[in-house]
Each structure stands twice: as structure tokens, then as C-alpha cells.
């Protein structure tokens, strides 16, 4: 008999969506959980949610993502890469402070937060600038933003870039507005490249960053809060560097690849009996 193993990589019901939505969709990922022989759950918030559900507590199990190391480019090379994809002179690019993020363009990563944030920024630091690598839906409605707060000069749009990780020691602080997210990856790539990370306390976020220690954790849809974060973040170069130095520390040491791979075998061998 063959065996049913998912992984769950956010639950859909802590979307802002219509209540009745979220009560369909709870009850259709109850049922997901009852049909598979296990499921793995990224975070101790989504598994702490999906162990209140009725007659699966032995068929789910908590597995923190793991990261391999990450060939990064130097940050003179990833700068100067950066600056032509977003058509910037280099030599001024290099002096920016750069707040930047690797993100699908999607309601839920919240990137218009980002964005209305930057005018507060600016004005106390006007050598700042934010890059978004990523593309998808919202595209057309984050330029439009970007241009409602005239912010063409300091707010670009990168678009898709392979091998996105690469470019992230251009990249002052590494930021995560989302509204909802699993155990996000980009924030352990962000770890290995040293990056202080300002993000938002939802899903699985805040068992990788400890507040004030490795980066800082805001409210969600919180312009204002962000925006004092990202300016503390510029201006407290000493503290950023001590941030990304614990970061990287926990990435490495939490989120083994190594790890990842031992326990889900042992879970692959553990539902063949």
C-alpha cells in the first residue's frame, strides 16, 4: 500500500480572506491532514495550529526547513550587477543603503508597505534606496505605488532574477513585510549572508529572528513601524552587523541541512512500517 506524505508550506486559512473562506478551507485542510499518512509541518506556530484539529495528532510532525550554503557574489560584484539590472550609475549605487528582499510580488508578502514606508525613510536618510527582486501579480499596482509617492529614484522593481540569494550582500538590511508566511526561506538565505532582517511577526518569522537580537520584528500592516525599523537599521550600522553576525549564527546552527534531510527520512522510513 503506498503511503501519502505533504508538506504544508503555510496554512491558506490565515489568508485575509472572507470568513466563510477560511471556514471551508480549514475544514478541506482537516480533511488533507485525516487522508495523508503524515504531514510535515515548517513552524511551531503552523504545527501548534494543525495539533488542535481532531484525530491527527500522530500524523503530523515538525520539521524546520534547512539551507545548504549559498555561493553569494562579493558585494562590490553584486552591487555593480544590481545597479545595471535596475539602471543605476554603479559608482552612485555603491553609496546607497540599500534595503532590499527577494519576494513573490503577491498580496500577501504586503510589498505596498514597504513601499509607503520609504518616504519616512528617505527623508531622514536620503542615501536610501529599496530593491524588490521578484515578479507576479501585483507588479503594475507596486509601480503605480511607487510613483503615487514618488519615490522612482529610491523604490525599484528588479524583476525575476535567477538565483536570486546571489545578490543579497548588495543589500544593507534584508526586509519581509508579509501579512502571512510559513517558515520563509529567503529569511535563512538572508541569515548566511550576514543580513539583519527587519520582518513582520507573522507565521514561522519570529522562531528565526529574535527581536532586537538578530534583526527586528514589527506588527504586520505598520507603514509607520516599519519605517522607524528600516531608519534604526540604517543608522545603527554596529548593531546591523551585530544582527546579521546572530543571525547567521542561529541559520547555521537551527536550520541544518544536514538535519533537514535525517529527519525526513526518518519520517519517510518511519510511514513505510
Same mark, same amino acid.
Given at each position: 500500500m503506498k503511503k501519502i506524505?505533504?508538506?504544508?508550506?503555510?496554512?491558506?486559512?490565515?489568508?485575509?480572506?472572507?470568513?466563510?473562506?477560511?471556514?471551508?478551507?480549514?475544514?478541506? %485542510?482537516?480533511?488533507?491532514?485525516?487522508?495523508?499518512?503524515?504531514?510535515?509541518?515548517?513552524?511551531?506556530?503552523?504545527?501548534?495550529?494543525?495539533? *488542535?484539529?481532531?484525530?491527527?495528532?500522530?500524523?503530523?510532525?515538525?520539521?524546520?526547513?534547512?539551507?545548504?550554503?549559498?555561493?553569494?557574489? =562579493?558585494?562590490?560584484?553584486? !552591487?555593480?550587477? @544590481?545597479?545595471?539590472?535596475?539602471?543605476?550609475?554603479?559608482?552612485?549605487?555603491?553609496?546607497?543603503?540599500? $534595503?532590499?528582499?527577494?519576494?513573490?510580488? *503577491?498580496?500577501?508578502?504586503?510589498?505596498?508597505?514597504?513601499?509607503? %514606508?520609504?518616504?519616512?525613510?528617505? %527623508? =531622514?536618510?536620503?542615501?536610501?534606496?529599496?530593491? $524588490?527582486i521578484g515578479t507576479g501579480?501585483?507588479?503594475?499596482?507596486?509601480?503605480?505605488? $511607487?510613483?503615487?509617492? !514618488?519615490?522612482?529614484?529610491?523604490?525599484? @522593481?528588479?524583476?525575476?532574477?535567477?538565483?536570486?540569494?546571489?545578490? +543579497? !550582500?548588495?543589500?544593507?538590511?534584508?526586509?519581509? =513585510?508579509?501579512i502571512k508566511e510559513g517558515?520563509?526561506?529567503?529569511?535563512?538565505?538572508?541569515? @548566511?549572508? =550576514?543580513?539583519?532582517?527587519?520582518?513582520?511577526?507573522?507565521?514561522?518569522?519570529?522562531? $528565526?529572528?529574535?527581536?532586537?537580537? %538578530?534583526?527586528?520584528?514589527?506588527?504586520?500592516?505598520?507603514?509607520?513601524?516599519?519605517? *522607524?525599523?528600516?531608519?534604526?537599521?540604517?543608522?545603527?550600522?554596529?548593531?546591523?552587523?551585530?544582527?546579521?553576525?546572530?543571525?547567521?549564527? !542561529?541559520?547555521?546552527?537551527?536550520?541544518? *541541512?544536514?538535519?533537514?534531510?535525517?529527519?525526513?527520512?526518518? +519520517?519517510?522510513?518511519?510511514?513505510?512500517?
Amino acid at each position: 500500500m503506498k503511503k501519502i506524505i505533504a508538506t504544508v508550506h503555510g496554512w491558506t486559512f490565515n489568508e485575509n480572506r472572507p470568513l466563510y473562506q477560511r471556514i471551508a478551507i480549514i475544514f478541506f %485542510s482537516w480533511l488533507t491532514l485525516v487522508l495523508c499518512h503524515k504531514t510535515i509541518l515548517l513552524s511551531e506556530k503552523e504545527y501548534a495550529q494543525a495539533a *488542535h484539529f481532531p484525530f491527527i495528532k500522530e500524523k503530523i510532525k515538525m520539521i524546520p526547513l534547512g539551507i545548504k550554503p549559498i555561493r553569494f557574489m =562579493s558585494v562590490d560584484g553584486a !552591487k555593480q550587477e @544590481l545597479a545595471k539590472i535596475i539602471g543605476m550609475d554603479v559608482g552612485e549605487f555603491t553609496k546607497k543603503s540599500v $534595503i532590499g528582499t527577494v519576494a513573490e510580488l *503577491h498580496p500577501n508578502k504586503a510589498l505596498d508597505n514597504v513601499i509607503n %514606508s520609504m518616504p519616512a525613510v528617505v %527623508s =531622514s536618510n536620503p542615501q536610501a534606496v529599496a530593491v $524588490i527582486i521578484g515578479t507576479g501579480e501585483n507588479r503594475d499596482n507596486l509601480q503605480k505605488l $511607487i510613483r503615487e509617492n !514618488k519615490m522612482e529614484k529610491n523604490v525599484f @522593481l528588479a524583476g525575476y532574477l535567477d538565483n536570486a540569494s546571489e545578490y +543579497l !550582500k548588495a543589500f544593507s538590511v534584508f526586509v519581509l =513585510s508579509s501579512i502571512k508566511e510559513g517558515l520563509p526561506y529567503c529569511i535563512l538565505e538572508a541569515g @548566511l549572508a =550576514s543580513l539583519p532582517v527587519v520582518a513582520t511577526t507573522v507565521g514561522g518569522i519570529p522562531e $528565526i529572528i529574535d527581536d532586537m537580537k %538578530s534583526g527586528i520584528l514589527i506588527q504586520p500592516n505598520n507603514p509607520r513601524e516599519l519605517a *522607524h525599523a528600516l531608519s534604526f537599521m540604517i543608522e545603527h550600522p554596529d548593531e546591523r552587523r551585530k544582527y546579521g553576525t546572530a543571525l547567521k549564527e !542561529k541559520v547555521v546552527t537551527k536550520f541544518s *541541512h544536514d538535519k533537514m534531510v535525517w529527519m525526513v527520512d526518518g +519520517l519517510y522510513g518511519e510511514a513505510g512500517k
